[in-house]
């Protein structure tokens, strides 16, 4: 899908992000795992309406159909816009993922989100070793082979800058009395890997950052806590705010870590969790208000509207 023009509307001209060329990612292309709903899916979002050429990538292709249809309603004056199906625990569909952004110039950015968090992860007793396996080889390696192979894109075409970003999590920074060991693990590993390449390929420009989100508010979280309060209350009692986090707050992180405006924060654990970590004893009183994720909507998100400038 191209755009980037403005766009006629029964009142005029609507001016778009994209028209004036004026995004904080144009003219960049990025590659985002795990797209098809939740962080990576309003990364996507943002991404395309900030001005990216965006590969968005998922295991399941009715999925990326579905999420690629949104993001093209949402923004309409995105550029480039594309889908691949990925199992990003195999290094030669990651590769093809990377390969696919070739004729696009090479990657800039690239988003390592794809995840899993199986319902059978439990304690060091309980998790068998066959979900032990298959969370870190997602979970990790996904996370290996997509900086590997980021990083020999960026090599290849020459750029003198790039920004990878890999899903953590705050459960990689504290312990829970509720256990996916599995999960917990391959999260720490990430953070550590994270951190390591931060350091190994900083002179050549390419920054690393681990995203950790605290808990997020959905659907399977939601469906999973249903009506008992009491297992609600004691995970939302931990949040300052009152309220779980939504996947738009994680995506305008990334796409702060994406951006040439974060060039100087590199190796970092960034945590986005509305104070959880740093909490003790939290506020009583009802939760926040929380923002609307874009998929929730129905409307172009990319419009400039009462900034001054006129409507044709």
Not at 133 to 144: E, F, M, P, S
Not at 146 to 168: F, Q, V
Request: with cysteine.
């Amino acid at each position: 899908m191209s755009g980037g023009s403005s766009r006629i509307s029964s009142t005029g001209v609507i001016h778009t992000i994209n028209s004036f060329a004026m995004g904080r990612l144009h003219g960049k292309n990025a590659i985002v795992t795990g797209a098809a709903g939740g962080i990576g899916l309003e990364t996507s979002i943002l991404f395309a309406k900030e001005g990216a050429n965006v590969l968005m990538a998922d295991i399941s292709a009715p999925a990326l159909d579905k999420a690629v249809a949104k993001l093209k309603q949402l923004v309409p004056s995105a550029h480039k816009v594309d889908i691949q199906v990925c199992d990003v625990s195999k290094e030669a569909d990651v590769k093809a993922m990377v390969d696919h952004l070739d004729a696009w110039g090479g990657v800039d950015i690239m988003f390592n989100n794809a995840g899993i968090m199986h319902a059978d992860d439990a304690d060091a007793i309980d998790t068998p070793e066959k979900i032990w396996d298959l969370t870190q080889a997602i979970n990790v390696k996904g996370v290996w082979f997509g900086s590997k192979h980021a990083i020999l894109s960026l090599r290849k075409h020459n750029k003198i800058r790039g920004s990878i970003i890999n899903t953590a999590s705050v459960v990689a920074l504290v312990g829970s009395a509720t256990p996916q060991l599995a999960y917990t693990a391959s999260k720490g590993a990430v953070l550590a890997m994270t951190r390591e390449l931060a350091i190994v390929h900083a002179r050549e420009g390419f920054r690393f950052n681990a995203l950790c989100p605290a808990p997020l508010n959905t659907p399977l979280l939601q469906d999973w806590l249903g009506d008992d309060q009491p297992k609600r209350l004691r995970r939302e009692i931990h949040f300052p705010s009152g309220r779980f986090g939504e996947a738009i707050e994680q995506a305008q992180a990334v796409l702060f870590l994406a951006s040439d405006e974060s060039s100087f924060v590199n190796g970092q654990d960034f945590v986005v969790d509305g104070g959880m970590t740093k909490a003790y004893v939290t506020p009583e009183g009802p939760p926040l208000a929380a923002p609307k994720n874009n998929v929730s909507l129905s409307e172009p998100v990319d419009a400039i509207r009462d900034t001054g400038i006129p409507e044709a």
